[in-house]
């Protein structure tokens, strides 16, 4: 027995392993220098203020030139640079350029599978949320109601948009002067936005979106429609 | 220490990590390690998925709705998100860190540095929690938070001792059918917030599991559990802590920096 063992033992051959697997395994115990790490959080840092940047400079191209950037801009900008970082974490902080390829086998195909969902989710975003015609007049921008208004037990049913309903029923409280007053506070909270461009199609919004039957709204709440344009954007 | 195991025929004054014996399963502990981590990646995969759901919507709604969209980002504070972006990079620097330190036995520091990740997650929650999701849910401030000065025209509470300062009509930007803010501009603000609140809640509810991971990580560290040959928890722990910040890269200019 020890005779039939010698040569094949010579030959590095392992009863115990006798592919060779033991011989390959990659590395796992790669130890990142310190160097490389802080590294890798610096250009995370300086992505993240260049993409905070852009956002901001596109916002300040868009009121000095008065101009309006395609909204793609601002997505494609934003997630080339998340793509990035995130490729930068995976690569370094979770250690993928160094472990073994498997582990970045299963993460793309995870990513596959993200990529399937949203390209079968998105074959239908055209014909999404339309409206049957029959159904036109009980639906309305903003859903139907027929939900609490509030947690007590005998809170009201709300009887039409959500939105509508809670700004009737602050008009009602406050009074108009005093709403207009919040809502002016409310809405200079934070930097002006230029959301409200012109109702009709736009380079970022070539169709109506779909599911808002068009004046259904105003309808709805003129008297909401009057105080949002008053708001003094 | 009750599952000291005594294969390793070294006695109690060696550190744990050092008498760590490899499954009996395994050739030898890299393989072990090896397969520890691919079951990790698996796990991380499903991850991803849950919250691939969560972007999914967000591509399709945002699609739809795309004022309302933009609307609602408008009553996020992009500083905050700025801060909290920081933060979590911070943190993952932190903890890759630490686990090099295990690998080169610097026990000491790679305590601190799990120390330092975890309160790094309380400072992202304290955050979103003091000055996101309570001002916008409720309409109660800090009384620390730099937006209130510009609402108190509207103050109509206190609590604990102004603590808490109640501003009338600011709360209510709460998500799907509990929303009820009165002076929003698109009829789909509702929709709006509950993207926001799934996408950050999920996300901060992966904070809070994340910290536990490492809060574990640290008392295990101070037994001497982890070291040069052994650590393979504080390298998964690792990875999930990764991945927490990895959805916050995504999650943060898709919510804070839309316009």
Redesign the interface.
Same mark, same amino acid.
């Given at each position: 027995m020890s005779n039939a063992h010698a040569p094949s033992a010579s030959h590095g051959f392992d009863e115990?392993?006798p592919h060779g697997?033991?011989k390959h395994?990659?590395h796992? !115990?790669h130890?990142?220098s310190?160097v490389t790490?802080?590294g890798?959080?610096g250009i995370?840092?300086m992505f993240?203020a260049l993409?905070?940047g852009l956002?901001q400079g596109? +916002?300040w191209v868009?009121s000095y030139f008065s101009i309006e950037l395609p %909204?793609w801009v601002?997505?494609a900008v934003? *997630?080339s640079?998340?793509t990035v +970082?995130?490729t930068l974490?995976?690569m370094?902080? *979770?250690l993928l350029r160094y472990?073994?390829p498997?582990?970045t086998i299963?993460?793309l195909?995870? =990513?596959l599978?993200?990529a399937l969902? =949203?390209f079968f989710?998105?074959l239908d975003?055209g014909n %999404?949320?339309n409206i049957d015609p029959v159904k036109a007049t009980a639906i309305?921008?903003?859903?139907v109601g027929g939900?609490?208004?509030?947690w007590s037990k005998d809170a009201p049913i709300i009887d039409k948009?959500?939105?509508?309903y809670? %700004?009737e %029923? +602050?008009?009602n409280e406050?009074g108009p002067e005093k709403?207009a007053? *919040?809502?002016a506070?409310?809405? !200079?909270? #934070?930097?002006a !936005?230029a959301? #409200?461009g012109p109702a009709g199609p736009t380079g970022?919004?070539a169709h109506v979106?779909?599911?808002?039957t068009p004046g259904l709204?105003d309808a709805a709440a003129p008297a909401a429609h009057d105080a #949002?344009g008053g708001?003094g954007h | 220490m009750s599952t000291l195991d005594t294969r390793s025929g070294l006695g109690n004054d060696v550190p744990l990590w050092k008498r760590y014996v490899a499954g009996h399963h395994w050739r030898n502990a890299e393989e072990e390690f090896d397969a520890c981590t691919l079951g990790f990646w698996l796990f991380l995969a499903t991850e991803v998925l849950l919250f691939a759901g969560l972007f999914c919507a967000y591509a399709i709604l945002r699609f739809k709705y795309p004022d309302a969209f933009v609307n609602g980002s408008s009553y996020l504070d992009w500083r905050w998100g700025c801060v909290n972006t920081g933060v979590l990079l911070i943190s993952s620097y932190t903890m890759a860190a630490s686990i090099r330190m295990f690998q080169l036995d610097r026990q000491s520091t790679g305590k601190l540095l799990l120390a330092i990740t975890f309160i790094c997650g309380i400072g992202f929650l304290f955050v979103k929690g003091t000055f996101e999701y309570l001002p916008k849910l409720s309409g109660w401030f800090f009384f620390l938070d730099p937006a209130l000065p510009h609402y108190l025209d509207f103050k109509n509470g206190e609590a604990l001792g102004g603590l808490f300062v109640h501003i009338d009509g600011y709360g209510g930007k709460a998500p799907g059918q509990f929303f009820s803010y009165a002076f929003s501009s698109d009829p789909w603000e509702p929709l709006w917030w509950s993207v926001y609140y799934c996408a950050t809640g999920i996300h901060a509810l992966h904070v809070v599991i994340g910290m536990s991971l490492i809060a574990w990580c640290w008392v295990r560290a101070r037994m001497g559990a982890y070291g040069p040959t052994h650590y393979t928890m504080v390298e998964n722990t690792g990875l999930y802590w990764h991945l927490v910040d990895l959805i916050w890269i995504f999650l943060f200019p898709l919510l804070y920096l839309i316009h």
């Open positions: 115990l392993d697997a033991g395994t990659t796992s !115990h130890i990142v310190g790490l802080l890798i959080l995370l840092l993240t993409t905070v956002a596109e +916002k868009m %909204r601002n997505v934003a *997630m640079i998340a +970082k995130a974490v995976l370094y902080f *979770m472990s073994n498997i582990n299963v993460f195909v995870c =990513l599978a993200f969902f =949203l989710t998105g975003l %999404r949320g309305q921008a903003g859903g939900i609490k208004a509030g948009a959500t939105v509508v809670w %700004r %029923r +602050k008009l406050v709403f007053k *919040m809502k506070a409310f809405g !200079h909270s #934070h930097a !936005h959301s #409200h970022n919004a979106p779909a599911g808002l709204f #949002h708001s | -």
